[in-house]
């Protein structure tokens, strides 16, 4: 298994263009989760989605946008990029929310919005 | 502000001795969990402590929680230079929404000199 996968791992952008991040994962995870990290923030969760068709608001979504069309997969979208986007981004899956299931991580891509 | 507080901030120790990292936090959790994160790569999950255990262990690593008190604390023990990382702690509890809402604190930044 591959576990969780980020395409594309770095990317610089101009302020106003657009992107998708796409996220990966192949333990057939109901649960998947986009997060950014910036320094001194630790992880702040942007949008999640609890099943295929589905995605809801997280603690920081402004600016973003999400799909979930396929179970295997979360697209993390910015219409127009802001230097205020410039983060590491990381996708999260997760079986079930049992107390005991816990998130798989990928590993991450580094947005730069110059 | 985040609901996971780590202490502290940096931590630099000799490979061999033991590092303790501690975490509080505000609300009651169903969980908590310690993740590390090696510099520029994702987290990868060590250990969860469900709100009805006290302590675990995990090879080199205890985790104490103390629900009372509403901290957590990781002993690495007999550390390595391999252990240099960032470690986060990360409290579960249940949204309104239904699903477990996971929380990341900021992290202690752990070198191990050799």
């Known amino acids: 298994n591959a576990g969780v996968t980020q395409t594309p791992k770095f990317r610089v952008l101009k302020t106003g263009q657009s992107m998708t991040l796409l996220c990966a994962q192949d333990m057939n995870h109901e649960y998947m989760y986009w997060y950014r990290q910036d320094p001194g923030m630790g992880l702040r969760l942007i949008h999640y989605?609890?099943?295929?068709?589905?995605?809801a608001k997280g603690e920081v979504p402004d600016g973003y946008n999400v799909s979930r069309l396929k179970k295997q997969n979360f697209l993390l979208g910015l219409e127009s990029a802001a230097p205020s986007q410039t983060s590491v981004y990381f996708c999260?899956?997760?079986?079930?929310?049992?107390?005991?299931?816990?998130?798989?991580f990928g590993p991450g891509t580094r947005l730069t919005v110059l | 502000s985040q609901q996971g507080e780590e202490d502290p901030q940096a931590l630099s120790i000799q490979e061999g001795e033991n590092a303790t990292m501690n975490c509080s936090y505000k609300t009651s959790i169903n969980n908590l969990q310690w993740y590390r994160q090696n510099s520029g790569r994702g987290l990868v999950h060590l250990i969860l402590?469900?709100?009805?255990?006290r302590e675990k262990h995990s090879g080199r690593l205890r985790v104490t929680l103390d629900t009372s008190k509403k901290s957590s604390s990781l002993l690495i023990t007999a550390s390595r230079a391999a252990d240099t990382a960032s470690y986060f702690c990360?409290?579960?509890?249940?949204?309104?929404?239904?699903?477990?809402?996971?929380?990341f604190g900021t992290g202690t930044k752990l070198q191990v000199i050799p």
């Open positions: 402590i469900r709100s009805n255990e």
């Open positions: 999260a899956s997760r079986r079930g929310r049992g107390p005991s299931d816990t998130q798989y």
């Open positions: 990360a409290t579960g509890r249940q949204s309104t929404g239904g699903y477990q809402k996971v929380t």
């Open positions: 989605s609890v099943g295929e068709g589905t995605t």
